[in-house]
């Protein structure tokens, strides 16, 4: 398995919503719908079915933003192997722009939108939105499935199914398995830092299918307690740690913790990783032959690292991460296309990260989305494999814009016209970013402005990335989370009482609704 294939819709995704919509009528009735259902949902309540397989897939910091760049990006490249366009067309019906070309999900048959705040905030944290998601409930940020006081636990979807359904679980995630967003399907923690904590919780889920970044503190804050990966063992999981390991799984329970590990024990940016690694999308195909089984399965899939980007306001980290969700988007609507009468597939974001957005002041109304396929690493990689080299033996500024020219593609010269020419501006930016950087001379007397100029990330890095999406025409306005709604895409068994504008506790009640599970 490898997923560095094109990003191309095959026949099966195309005519899938056609196929799952005529089927759908095969499937057994679910329990009477709860009075907390939206009107919408309860107009559809006869109706409703019970899905065997059910894929929720989660950006973490994905909302439009995200999904349109990555679809502009790909349009700009116009390249046939990616989706299929959809051009403009002028009052003669001549196509006057190539346009985005739309992602897997984003042509599936039903389309909502779900309201992110938390009980303290309208720029909420991955622990109460994903709590939200897993069991309908609002919290603080910061807390895991508890109540405002934490002292009161709430049952998430995925031990619902697993309990009443009998039906497998798996979580998957392109960051750590024991962060906020896969945490909040199987854990129940006042602090999302309490890892070791969610950890214990973990193995003590009995899931099935585990997958994705290390366990962070797998000995405790204080490095005293019992490993979680001994204790997993003990409990019966299949602690797989290799990559030609997890490739020999056909079963679980198995804990699969990705060989090539990057930044913060979690899995590589895309933008990263080479062909000889797993992708996202391979986790997903593995956790469907280690799951499936006659009375189905639950699977909750994170591309976490679209986060992770957006907060270093890397925009060609971000939509290469995009990109790989919709990979392993894809491998569930093949599965789909198998099942069409027995799969629903939901994609949704747990709030938006960086407040980012296409259109930049200094492009005016023009975008040059193709300039970031000129950037070639992440930010990540770049602060690991060459800043910290420089801040060691006080690397010249021009040797390394030699480094900067062949991995973002920004130059000093170049011929006229050239967009990725750094302007005299740009390039005392990036002088005071790399003093800042390499000699720790402040760029600003003023704290505040040194703050939105970089954040808490490398000068150096921060400022180049700054760079390349500006001229590219995208922009972020915080290095934090922010209140955007977040779309809620979905295809097969049930999938249209996903339409609407509602709040994100109402995707955790429209699947309990239609499973069944109280």
């Not at 609507?333 to 974001?349: K, N, Q, R, S, Y």
């Amino acid at each position: 398995m490898n997923w560095k294939r094109p990003l191309a819709l095959t026949l099966a995704a195309l005519s899938l919503g056609t196929t799952l919509a005529a089927c759908s009528s095969n499937t057994e009735t679910a329990a009477t719908p709860t009075p907390a259902q939206t009107d919408a949902t309860q107009q559809t309540a006869d109706t409703v079915k019970v899905p065997k397989y059910v894929f929720l897939f989660v950006g973490d910091g994905m909302s439009y933003p995200q999904i349109q760049s990555t679809s502009d990006f790909l349009g700009a490249l116009n390249d046939e192997d990616y989706w299929q366009a959809a051009p403009s067309l002028d009052d003669n019906g001549g196509a006057i722009l190539d346009g985005p070309e739309y992602l897997n999900f984003m042509n599936f048959e039903s389309v909502g939108s779900a309201v992110t705040y938390d009980s303290n905030s309208f720029a909420p944290d991955s622990a109460s939105t994903a709590t939200s998601l897993s069991t309908g409930h609002k919290t603080y940020s910061g807390t895991i499935n508890m109540d405002e006081t934490g002292t009161t636990a709430y049952e998430t979807i995925a031990e619902k199914v697993h309990d009443q359904l009998g039906m497998k679980v798996g979580i998957i995630s392109s960051v750590n398995i024991n962060h906020a967003t896969p945490a909040a399907f199987y854990a129940h923690q006042a602090s999302r830092s309490n890892y070791y904590e969610i950890g214990l919780e973990l193995v003590e889920s009995g899931f099935e299918y585990f997958a994705g970044g290390a366990l962070l503190k797998p000995t405790g804050a204080e490095e005293d307690q019992t490993d979680l990966y001994q204790l997993a063992e003990e409990a019966g999981y299949q602690v797989v740690k290799t990559q030609a390991e997890a490739e020999a799984v056909t079963e679980g329970p198995v804990l699969i913790v990705d060989e090539h590990l990057a930044d913060d024990d979690a899995m590589a940016y895309e933008l990263d990783r080479t062909d000889d690694m797993w992708a996202l999308a391979d986790y997903v195909e593995k956790g469907i032959e280690v799951l499936d089984n006659e009375k189905g399965f639950f699977m909750m899939c994170e591309g976490g690292k679209i986060d992770w980007a957006c907060h270093a306001n890397d925009a060609a980290s971000a939509i290469h991460d995009t990109q790989a969700l919709a990979d392993a988007v894809q491998v569930a609507v093949d599965f789909a296309a198998e099942h069409p009468d027995e799969t629903l597939i939901v994609v949704t974001g747990d709030h938006e990260t960086g407040g980012m957005t296409i259109g930049f002041a200094g492009t005016d109304y023009d975008t040059y989305l193709d300039l970031l396929e000129n950037q070639k690493i992440s930010y990540a990689k770049f602060d690991s494999d060459y800043v910290a080299a420089y801040k060691e033996n006080k690397t010249s500024f021009e040797d390394v814009m030699a480094d900067v020219e062949k991995l973002f593609g920004l130059k000093t010269q170049g011929e006229e016209g050239d967009k990725l020419v750094l302007t005299e501006y740009e390039l005392e930016q990036l002088r005071a970013a790399y003093e800042k950087s390499i000699n720790g001379t402040a760029a600003s007397e003023y704290e505040q402005e040194e703050y939105v100029l970089y954040g808490t990330y490398e000068p150096l890095s921060v400022t180049l990335t700054h760079i390349i999406n500006n001229k590219s025409g995208i922009s972020f306005t915080s290095y934090s989370h922010t209140g955007l709604p977040v779309a809620v895409l979905a295809q097969g068994v049930n999938s249209e009482v996903f339409d609407g504008y509602y709040d994100n506790t109402q995707i955790y009640q429209k699947m309990a609704d239609m499973l069944g599970v109280q």
